[in-house]
Structure formats: C-alpha cells, structure tokens
C-alpha cells in the first residue's frame, strides 16, 4: 500500500554564501515504506543536481484527526498539484 512520506532534504549551494551555510527543502514522495521513500528521494533530478542528502523523513498518516488517504489517479499522468501561497 502506497503511503505518503514528507522527506527533509539538505544541501550546500554555492551560489549562496559560497556554500558556506546548509540549505533545505521538502519533497512529498509516494512509496511504500521508509526505504522505498529514501530510494525514489534519491532518484530526483534535483536531488542529484544539487547532491542532496536526507536529514529526516516522516510517514504521514493523518493530521488534525483526518486520515490520508492515497488514491491513483490516472488521469494526472503521474502530475503533481500543489497550492503555494508565497503573501502571509
């Protein structure tokens, strides 16, 4: 069963700082365990382009009461769809 894990990456970017100070981001993957999350974590272009690495995952499974509930689409054609609000 397919599970959605949340996957803190760090990296050092030279165009900031020289390098000097860790950067980071977050990445939603779809697998099925912890191993399966940190394999296809490793497998992004970004994640290899910047030469990432893990500082910490976490399997989320419900939040606020609410059960995630994972569902194949086929019609997105493997598609991401995320909201971002950059104004607070």
Same mark, same amino acid.
């Given at each position: 069963? =397919?599970? %959605?894990? %949340?996957?803190?990456?760090? #990296? #050092?970017?030279?165009?900031?700082?020289?390098? %000097? #100070?860790?950067? @980071? *981001?977050?990445?939603?993957? $779809? /697998?099925? !365990?912890?191993?399966?999350?940190?394999?296809?974590?490793? +497998?992004?272009? &970004?994640? +290899? /382009?910047?030469?990432? @690495?893990? !500082?910490?995952?976490?399997? &989320?499974?419900? $939040? =606020?009461?609410?059960?995630? !509930?994972?569902? %194949?689409?086929? #019609?997105? =054609?493997?598609? !991401?769809?995320? *909201? &971002?609000? @950059?104004?607070?």
């Amino acid at each position: 069963m =397919n599970k %959605l894990f %949340l996957i803190h990456l760090g #990296y #050092y970017d030279e165009a900031v700082c020289k390098g %000097l #100070y860790e950067c @980071h *981001t977050n990445v939603f993957i $779809v /697998a099925a !365990d912890f191993e399966d999350a940190k394999s296809k974590a490793k +497998q992004l272009d &970004i994640y +290899q /382009a910047k030469k990432m @690495h893990i !500082d910490g995952m976490q399997l &989320i499974e419900a $939040v =606020n009461g609410f059960l995630v !509930d994972l569902k %194949l689409n086929k #019609y997105l =054609n493997g598609e !991401d769809r995320v *909201t &971002i609000q @950059h104004a607070f």
